[in-house]
Each structure stands twice: as structure tokens, then as C-alpha cells.
């Protein structure tokens, strides 16, 4: 077990490394595109109404006191729950809107909000759709 639990972290770190070189090597190709990026809005009354409503039904859950999102993803194990980090990363990379997530194992727990609406925005709802394409 604990030959198990010493690998898991020599992968873990060696993974976190990989993907920190991948992304430094991603932003200094689009530093220029992310600064284009279009920022939007804090969400209105019916874009949640027609936007969020649906992916409460998806595992999105809001976030209490908090306006936000939250859904915890299950892989089969570290391997997928990496590769499905790494997508991700690329994607919120490209549209300079990253999520706030935390990673054991086979599980990642993911918050969305848009830090300069201070709450929910269109780029939330556009990556969480990517998310659950990802697992789809």
C-alpha cells in the first residue's frame, strides 16, 4: 500500500511538472490573444433562467454564499483525472478564464466564477459546457 501511495506522488509530481512546462510554453505563444479576449457581463435574470438553469441539471450545483458554480468529477483513475485537467487548462487558457480547482487522486473539484464581475458570466457557463463535453 504504501509502495502504491509513494508512486501516486512521484507521479503526481512529475505530471504537475509536465503540465506547468505545457502551459508556460502555451501563454508565451498566446500572451498576445489572451489580452484580446472579450470580457462579459455579470450574468442577467435570463441568461440564468436559460443558460444556468440547464447545467443545474448537470451536476452544476450553485455555491453557497457565493456566486458560483461547482461540480466534482470522478475518472476511473489519476491518469484520466489528469488528462481531463490538461484539456481544460488549454481551454480556459485560450479564453483567459481559469477555474478554481483542486485535484486528489481520481477526483477534481472544480469552481466556476468570474472574479471581475464578481459572480457568474458568460465565460463560466461556456466553460463549464466544455467541461462536461470533456467527460461526455
Excluded: C
Amino acid at each position: 500500500m504504501l509502495d502504491k501511495i509513494q508512486e501516486s506522488m512521484l507521479m503526481n509530481k512529475s505530471s504537475l511538472t509536465f503540465l506547468q512546462k505545457v502551459l508556460k510554453n502555451f501563454q508565451l505563444r498566446n500572451q498576445s490573444t489572451a489580452s484580446k479576449v472579450k470580457m462579459s457581463g455579470k450574468l442577467t435574470d435570463e441568461q440564468r433562467e436559460t443558460l444556468l438553469k440547464p447545467l443545474l441539471g448537470t451536476g452544476w450545483s450553485m455555491v453557497s454564499g457565493r456566486d458560483a458554480i461547482y461540480k466534482e468529477f470522478v475518472f476511473k483513475d489519476f491518469n484520466e483525472a489528469f488528462g481531463f485537467m490538461t484539456r481544460v487548462a488549454l481551454k480556459a487558457d485560450k479564453m483567459n478564464h481559469h477555474p478554481e480547482w483542486f485535484n486528489v487522486y481520481n477526483k477534481v473539484q472544480v469552481t466556476l466564477a468570474s472574479h471581475d464581475v464578481a459572480g457568474l458570466s458568460q465565460r463560466d457557463i461556456t466553460l463549464a459546457n466544455f467541461l462536461n463535453g470533456v467527460v461526455a
